[in-house]
């Protein structure tokens, strides 16, 4: 069976394709997500036996036994609903499901899915899941050209497999420098909230900053060093102040590492 592939021309008129996920492995990576949601959910219904139990403790206006069963069933909706809305947002796309088959979710355009998007793509969701069993989610990824559910067709997203780099036999002359310091993105830890706050214009100046890394003289690197670390590390929570040139170089080497990942792919 032939592989179905995305062509997406940038505004440069480069060519990026992207492998569509199918429905063998959309369905893997749900059912993984599915297994983990119904161990946390068992936990919480063995915990509101507990809370049965000991209700006889609970204030005045708590004791009646349909109040916590109510806030429950409100709250499994919340976390079985918000897992994928969260994940998909701030794990560029990816369930943990879908990150241990290796698929991820994005727009149409080839960039990371947006808040709204995975707002809408996740809300369909219920939509999807009709009659039961989500019946008429497989049946519209099986028979539509690009494998997608009513929610990727409401909300212009497509699920696709990860893009993994090619190994270079040569190394460029900043990856040579970033293996001759030693540095890796485990060296900066970096939360979800403080990455998202990167735009693509951060992403462009970190860029050319590392491309020009070897070129520029020791004094000029040095100044830029510094404004740009003024500029970018802040918004990672790192703290400036007290850092010599090269530790400040290292902070920023290894930042660009970590915008690669998320940004190497962009239109």
């Known amino acids: 069976m032939k592989e179905d592939h995305l062509d997406i021309k940038t505004p440069e008129y480069v060519a990026i394709q992207f492998q569509i996920a199918g429905l ?8 993984i997500d599915q297994v983990l ?6 936990l919480i219904v063995v915990a509101l036996f507990f809370v049965m139990d000991g209700i006889e403790q609970l204030p005045f206006f708590l004791t009646s036994s349909s109040f916590p069963i109510a806030v429950v069933v409100i709250g499994l909706f919340v976390l079985n609903w918000g897992y994928f809305f969260f994940f998909e947002f701030f794990s560029g796309g990816r ?5 241990i088959v290796g698929i991820r979710v994005i727009q149409e355009n080839g960039h990371s899915i947006t808040l709204l998007s995975s707002f809408i793509r996740n809300l369909v969701r219920l939509i999807d899941s009709l009659p039961t069993a989500y019946f008429l989610g497989i049946v519209m990824i099986f028979f539509h050209s690009k494998h997608k559910r009513l929610g990727d067709l409401v909300a212009g997203t497509i699920v696709v497999h990860e893009r993994k780099a090619k190994k270079k036999k040569k190394l460029t002359p900043i990856e040579k420098e970033i293996n001759h310091r030693g540095l890796s993105e485990n060296d ?3 939360d979800e909230w403080s990455l998202k706050s990167f735009s ?3 992403w462009k100046l970190i860029s050319t900053y590392a491309n020009r890394f070897n070129q520029l003289p020791l004094e000029e690197r040095n100044q830029l060093t510094n404004q740009i670390a003024d500029l970018l590390l802040p918004k990672s929570g790192i703290d400036v102040n007290g850092k010599n040139d090269t530790e400040l170089e290292n902070d920023l080497l290894v930042l660009y590492l970590i915008l690669k990942d998320e940004w190497e792919f962009e239109l």
């Open 24 to 31: 063998g492995s959309r369905a893997a990576a749900f059912i």
């Open 37 to 42: 949601l119904m161990l946390v959910n068992i």
């Open 95 to 99: 369930t943990l499901g879908k990150k």
């Open 188 to 190: 900066l830890e970096i």
């Open 200 to 202: 693509s214009k951060d």
